[in-house]
């Protein structure tokens, strides 16, 4: 869907309720953030900040009018950015600039449509979590003295946060939430080694789904909290399958995965139908299928974007 010399690492989909396709990417060689829309025959492509390196890390949210939001990292700043459109065009500011960011950010808006973005903070190696009420930023300390890579926010529906992180030195998979008085945060899988890749899903109760590479199977699985206890189990592998994985919950609290196959550099796609897990292919031209985001249309059919690495493009699939 964009072939222009090299974009698509760091990318995030979302679908409105036209089921229409939204994209936020990154251009690697412009160091330029970058965002598309079909609007119904073509893509509409337009560069949303190219002041500096900007734009990796991204992650796009849509309000209740299908008016994009996006959280990303300033590299020349080492600082964190958003980025809004209005009727009048894009509006970006700088959230935080105190001290170098990570290569993570996750964003959700909550019922009113306010921002909540959760990052790393590499210089006091601290996750972060910033919520904008009115025009001001509030800052919170999620936790301490440790070095995450990857995480993955998700509101519940009191608008209470749900992150899921990795400790990439501790190489475990975190869990936190807000009980509306601080953070109760534990940690899952550790059965094994968890590497970068980390994705957070909320079902209908409220409980949470996370899919994760284990490095210790090398291995896509899947952990979820029952009420009572976690249960996990490997989704596919062994084989190196699982890395870039991305996880929606149908409106059954079915799992959706898309994933990146290592070994094969193959686009991989997991459903559970209500029984036993469907593994399928998606794309295998060339090494592609890594930054994956996926999306459900209100549909239940899944969408994805995702970077072709040999060819250096933003790919999307979807299911009809």
Known sequence: MDSAQDVGPWNSLAI???HYPHISY???IDGDLEYAVWNGSDWDIETVDSKGDVGQCNSLALNHSAEPRISYIDVDEGSLKFAEWFSSGWRTQTVDSRDEYGNCTSLALDDAGKPHITYSDLSWCNLMYVVRKSSSWYFAIVDTQITTTNNSLVLDG???PHIAYN????QELHYACWNADGWDIETVGTVDF??????????NAG???I???SKSYTALKLIRWTGTRWEGEIVDGPGQVGEYNSLALDDSGNPHISYYDVTEGDLKYAAWNGSNW???TVDSDGDVGKYTSLALDPKGNPRISYYDSGNYDLKYARRY
């Open 194 to 203: 968890v590497g970068e890749h980390v994705s957070l899903a909320l079902d």
């Open 26 to 28: 990154y251009d690697a």
């Open 16 to 18: 409105d309720n036209s």
């Open 167 to 170: 400790d990439y030195y501790g």
């Open 211 to 213: 899919a994760y590479y």
């Open 207 to 209: 409980n949470p789904h």
């Open 158 to 160: 009191s608008d209470y």
């Open 278 to 280: 469907e593994i399928e």
